[in-house]
């Protein structure tokens, strides 16, 4: 069935997570933790970290109906060669899923599609 979610997250809400690996590993995947890890830059940690929470919010949304469940690491929100984010996961491989996130200064916000 088809369906849309949306979120939207501060990204200070994720500050605190920035030095903390414990807290950051419980949202990102190991594929997402080793490109957060690889950005020198406090703004991009928070903004790709508050992304990837946002897409995977909206990704919740979007399959609810299907009663599945899962962790936020067992899904990894990654870009392609142009910068596009996309969804790979083990769990959710029936499904096609399209995403789009954005970021601001002090907000991230993400929307999945569910074709
Ligand atoms: C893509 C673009 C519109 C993003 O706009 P922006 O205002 O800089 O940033 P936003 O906050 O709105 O969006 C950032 C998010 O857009 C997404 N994004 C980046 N490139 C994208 C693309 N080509 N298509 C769709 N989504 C894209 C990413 O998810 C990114 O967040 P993430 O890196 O944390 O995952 C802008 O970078 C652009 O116009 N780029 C030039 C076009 C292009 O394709 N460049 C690549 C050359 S191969």
Do not use: C, W
């Amino acid at each position: 069935m088809k369906n849309i979610g949306i979120d939207i997250v501060k990204l200070e809400r994720f500050r605190s997570f920035l030095e903390n690996e414990r807290k950051y590993s419980r949202i990102l995947s190991e594929k997402e933790r080793r490109i957060f890890e690889s950005f020198t830059s406090p703004q991009r940690r928070l903004e790709y970290l508050a992304g990837r929470f946002a897409a995977k919010e909206a990704i919740i949304k979007a399959v609810s109906a299907s009663g599945i469940r899962f962790d936020y690491v067992e899904l990894s929100v990654l870009n392609d060669e142009k910068g596009a984010p996309y969804l790979e996961s083990e769990k959710l491989k029936s499904f096609e899923i399209l995403l789009s996130i954005a970021h601001t200064e002090d907000d991230a916000i993400a929307i999945a599609l569910l074709k």
